[in-house]
Nanobody
Framework: QLQLVESGGSLVQPGGSLRLSCAASGFTLGFYAIGWFRQAPGKEREGVSCLSRGGGSTYYADSVKGRFTISRDNANKTVYLQMNSLKPEDTAVYYC?????????????????????WGQGTQVTVSS
């Protein structure tokens, strides 16, 4: 059974850092595109960063470019999202998701509707 479990969310002050982890089980991580998404109260879920199946291509939303880094450890079946210089507007529930990619462009793949497997989410709150 394919399962994704996020961890690492917390309350952090503006300018701080967090590293989110997504532990995968029940499937071979390297065969899937992986994405981090977030949803703030009253807003739609949005793509934050996605990683192509082979890991050679990444996409970052403009709002996080230069501050967030996505990475994958296939051996340990874990995906990470390193978040630096956090801002209050980064406050949201963060989800990781996996999908067999159906488009080659990683940006096009970084839409929630493209993903069929989801974790339960982890809360990130950026506040002083």
């Amino acid at each position: 059974q394919l399962q994704l479990v996020e961890s690492g969310g917390s309350l952090v002050q503006p300018g701080g850092s967090l590293r989110l982890s997504c532990a995968a089980s029940g499937f071979t991580l390297g065969f899937y595109a992986i994405g981090w998404f977030r949803q703030a109260p009253g807003k739609e879920r949005e793509g934050v960063s996605c990683l192509s199946r082979g890991g050679g291509s990444t996409y970052y939303a403009d709002s996080v470019k230069g501050r967030f880094t996505i990475s994958r450890d296939n051996a340990n079946k874990t995906v990470y999202l390193q978040m630096n210089s956090l801002k209050p507007e980064d406050t949201a529930v963060y989800y990781c998701a996996a999908a067999i990619p159906r488009v080659s462009d990683v940006q096009a793949m970084c839409a929630p509707s493209r993903y069929e497997f989801w974790g339960q989410g982890t809360q990130v709150t950026v506040s002083s």
